[in-house]
């Protein structure tokens, strides 16, 4: 597989596998749960879900526990992440670079958690492109927020981690996208702790 930036090479080889080795277990399962409940209650009728840059299928692992009968897709560019996601039942995986995804089908619920920190941001039109095209009605996006770009150094690498208003840049984007809800989950919650993410809730009118 060839990559168009350094960071798809970087997640597609050993740091990649160095973030499945450190985010494995039902705890997150949990604490995702906990996340798309409250997600979900503001949406009606998803029966079909894909994700970006779905690792080793965490957030679909808690969404299948919330919504059993929902078909589940996602898109994984790691290797031996792939291998994992496959074992959720009836799952359709698409192994490639999020950056080469053109969507064939839409799904009533497209999105990406912590996966568009990670994209280089001279590809994030494209990224948003994609999410849109993809998606029949809802769009969530649960990432590092930051009113303005920033470039953050992550885990001693530079050009890895980049934080900015991506629902706002959506939203910008396509006018027919409109706000649903919106909320916070911190790291230090009593119950379900998470990284300090932001989730934004979008809908096509």
């Known amino acids: 597989m060839t990559y168009k930036t350094e960071q798809e090479e ?12 450190r985010n494995d277990g039902l705890s997150i399962i949990a604490s995702n749960t906990s996340l798309f409940s409250k997600i979900f209650a503001h949406t009606s009728n998803i029966s079909s879900i894909l994700e970006f840059g779905a690792n080793i ?13 929902s078909e589940l897709s996602a898109i994984e ?14 799952i359709n995986v698409f192994h490639m ?13 497209v999105f990406s958690k912590t996966v568009l920190i990670h994209i280089n941001p001279d590809e994030l039109n494209n990224v948003y492109n994609s999410l ?5 009605r809802y769009i969530c996006i649960a990432e590092y927020y930051n009113p303005n770009p920033i470039d953050v150094v992550y885990r001693g690498h530079e050009s890895k981690l980049f934080k900015r208003d991506f629902a706002g ?4 984007k396509f006018s027919d996208l409109r706000l649903i809800d919106y909320g916070f989950v911190y790291h230090r919650d009593n119950n379900f702790l998470q990284d300090d993410i932001n989730w934004f809730l979008l809908e096509k009118k």
């Open 97 to 109: 670079s999020i950056l080469d995804f053109i969507p064939e089908k839409t799904y009533d619920f």
């Open 132 to 136: 849109y095209q993809s998606s029949s």
């Open 57 to 69: 299928g965490l957030n679909l692992h808690a969404i299948k526990r919330l919504l059993p009968n």
């Open 169 to 172: 840049e959506m939203l910008d």
């Open 77 to 90: 560019i790691n290797n031996n992440a792939v291998k994992k996601l496959s074992t959720i039942p009836d």
């Open 10 to 21: 970087f997640w597609a080889n050993i740091f990649g596998e160095e973030y499945i080795k």
